[in-house]
């Protein structure tokens, strides 16, 4: 009997692991055929804008193009619409009736899988294939035997451990022009680096400007920015923007070029000196980078001392500068744990009223905007 396997997944972009993740699959199911399938709207990504779909199927091309074995397949991307697997699975099961079927899976999308649409419909035309992903010894066991308890079916392991790469970081590593090499094939990094996939202009300029703590800093920010604007649906290249510019400022002299011409707004009052970089961040990010996307502007122009009123981007790049992973201070994992579990207002609502504590007890300069910030969700604690 002929086996076959179907990988897949945004591809977006496809990386190292995917490929070892093939390789591995080739041998140890005896695979005659694998079949990769870039997706063309996948449903747990919905709002996320890929790029664009030759591009995809030609980086995935690039990476397996040494794997006899391997087509790269445009299925989905030319059947439109939500990429559902239960509707491939049954497209495959037409093309090759006689043959067995395998859906190649890491673990943390078995461990999903009773989430997806009709996975029994899936399994009545293919058996999951799974890879772990940076997993302990002896996972499968247990995963093995909830699996069968739900499905009454088994999956079938690849064999393979991989290591915790993925295409987000690495999407966040060129947008901040850093080094992605190891992470991708070479043509891989080649074809990215040619089409400008994933790069966020000025922003490697933006980095820069700041001393190296503080760039890595702001790299860690645009880390965990872009993990929480899936569940927002926020742009993703809107909050690296905001995310890896919003620190531009924070160590420019104040008499830095960049700066000519700012003036500091006096609305609200003096503003003490740990808080006018946003404002100048804002200035910097307009006038010499570009934006003009408000949204992003205001993420920069408020990231530190808050505003009544905040739009989603502003109040995800104000909690995610508070809480990186770098971040210690007391209180700060109860905060983390409203970030994930809560809502936005919630915990903009406890870091900010953290923050006046804060303030108060070493009698710092409480900038009136920050209190005004903190009357206005006050009540989402």
């Known amino acids: 009997?002929?086996?076959?396997?179907?990988?897949?997944?945004?591809?977006?972009?496809?990386?190292?692991?995917?490929?070892?993740?093939?390789?591995?699959?080739?041998?140890?199911?005896?695979?005659?055929?694998?079949?990769?399938?870039?997706?063309?709207?996948?449903?747990?990504?919905?709002?996320?804008?890929?790029?664009?779909?030759?591009?995809?199927?030609?980086?995935?091309?690039?990476?397996?193009?040494?794997?006899?074995?391997?087509?790269?397949?445009?299925?989905?991307?030319?059947?439109?619409?939500?990429?559902?697997?239960?509707?491939?699975?049954?497209?495959?099961?037409?093309e090759y009736p006689d043959a067995e079927i395998f859906w190649l899976v890491g673990t943390d999308m078995l461990r999903d899988f009773p989430s997806w649409?009709?996975?029994?419909?899936?399994?009545?035309?293919?058996?999951?294939?799974?890879?772990?992903?940076?997993?302990?010894?002896?996972?499968?066991?247990?995963?093995?035997?909830?699996?069968?308890?739900?499905?009454?079916?088994?999956?079938?392991?690849?064999?393979?451990?991989?290591?915790p790469v993925s295409s987000t970081e690495i999407r966040l590593l060129t947008a901040a022009g850093q080094s992605i090499d190891g992470l991708v094939p070479q043509k891989v990094a080649e074809y990215i680096a040619t089409k400008g996939l994933y790069a966020i202009p000025f922003a490697k300029e933006a980095l820069s400007l700041e001393k190296a703590e503080r760039a890595a800093h702001s790299v860690r920010v645009a880390r965990l920015a872009m993990a929480k604007a899936k569940e927002l649906h926020l742009d993703e290249r809107s909050v690296l923007t905001a995310a890896l510019l919003h620190d531009c400022a924070k160590n420019l002299p104040a008499n830095s070029a960049y700066l000519d011409g700012f003036t500091p707004p006096t609305v609200w009052?003096?503003?003490?000196?740990?808080?006018?970089?946003?404002?100048?961040?804002?200035?910097?990010?307009?006038?010499?980078?570009?934006?003009?996307?408000?949204n992003v502007l205001n993420a920069i122009r408020y990231h530190t001392s808050g505003r009544p009123n905040m739009c989603e981007m502003e109040k995800l790049i104000f909690l995610a500068d508070m809480l990186e992973d770098e971040r210690h201070y007391t209180g700060v994992d109860e905060l983390r744990t409203l970030f994930w579990d809560k809502g936005l207002d919630t915990c903009l609502a406890e870091a900010l009223y953290q923050t006046l504590l804060f303030l108060e007890s070493k009698g710092g300069a409480i900038y009136p905007l920050t209190r005004a910030a903190y009357e206005f969700y006050k009540d989402k604690r």
């Open 117 to 163: 649409k009709e996975p029994q419909d899936i399994l009545q035309n293919a058996t999951l294939g799974v890879c772990a992903r940076n997993e302990t010894d002896g996972w499968e066991q247990d995963e093995q035997a909830a699996f069968e308890k739900r499905f009454g079916k088994r999956f079938a392991l690849v064999g393979y451990n991989g290591a």
């Open 269 to 294: 009052g003096e503003i003490p000196a740990p808080v006018l970089h946003q404002y100048q961040g804002a200035y910097v990010a307009e006038k010499h980078f570009g934006v003009s996307d408000l």
């Open 1 to 94: 009997m002929k086996k076959i396997a179907i990988f897949g997944g945004s591809f977006d972009p496809v990386h190292t692991e995917h490929v070892r993740l093939v390789e591995a699959a080739i041998e140890r199911l005896g695979l005659d055929r694998l079949f990769v399938m870039p997706a063309f709207a996948p449903p747990h990504k919905r709002g996320k804008t890929l790029a664009p779909d030759t591009y995809r199927l030609e980086m995935c091309r690039l990476a397996f193009s040494h794997l006899d074995k391997v087509t790269i397949s445009d299925y989905e991307i030319t059947q439109g619409g939500t990429s559902y697997t239960y509707r491939t699975c049954r497209h495959f099961r037409l």
